[in-house]
């Protein structure tokens, strides 16, 4: 049974830093994308950051272009998001997603994400 367990969120102030962590069981993960989505109050779930599981190949929304870094550590089997200069618009609950690599429909669309983990919260005040 795959498993995304997500942590790290909190509550933090505009120009703070939090990193993010999401911790992946159940089956192998190669060949995998692994993608940060998030969704804020009254809004929809929209992409954030993915990363390919065997290369580390990175992608990223513009809105956090050069704030956020995505990574993975494959003997930990986690991935993170690294969140600096954050925003008040940065404030939304972070999910974890996955998705074989071989999925077709792009990267950001969180219709083609397999699995889901539950979410942390993050709120950031001005």
């Known amino acids: 049974q795959v498993q995304l367990v997500e942590s790290g969120g909190g509550l933090v102030q505009a120009g703070d830093s939090l990193r993010l962590s999401c911790a992946a069981s159940?089956?192998?993960?190669?060949?995998?994308?692994m993608g940060w989505f998030r969704q804020a109050p009254e809004k929809e779930r929209e992409f954030v950051a993915s990363?390919?599981?065997?290369?580390?190949?990175?992608s990223y929304a513009n809105g956090v272009k050069g704030r956020f870094i995505i990574s993975r550590d494959n003997a930990k089997n986690t991935v993170y998001l690294e969140m600096n200069n954050l925003k008040p618009e940065d404030t939304a609950a972070y999910y974890c997603?996955?998705?074989?690599?071989?999925?077709?429909?792009?990267?950001?669309?969180?219709?083609?994400?397999?699995?889901w983990g539950q979410g942390t919260q993050v709120t950031v005040s001005s």
């Open positions: 159940g089956r192998p993960f190669g060949g995998y994308r």
């Open positions: 997603a996955a998705r074989p690599d071989s999925t077709g429909g792009t990267y950001d669309l969180g219709s083609t994400y397999r699995y």
């Open positions: 990363i390919t599981w065997n290369f580390g190949l990175t």
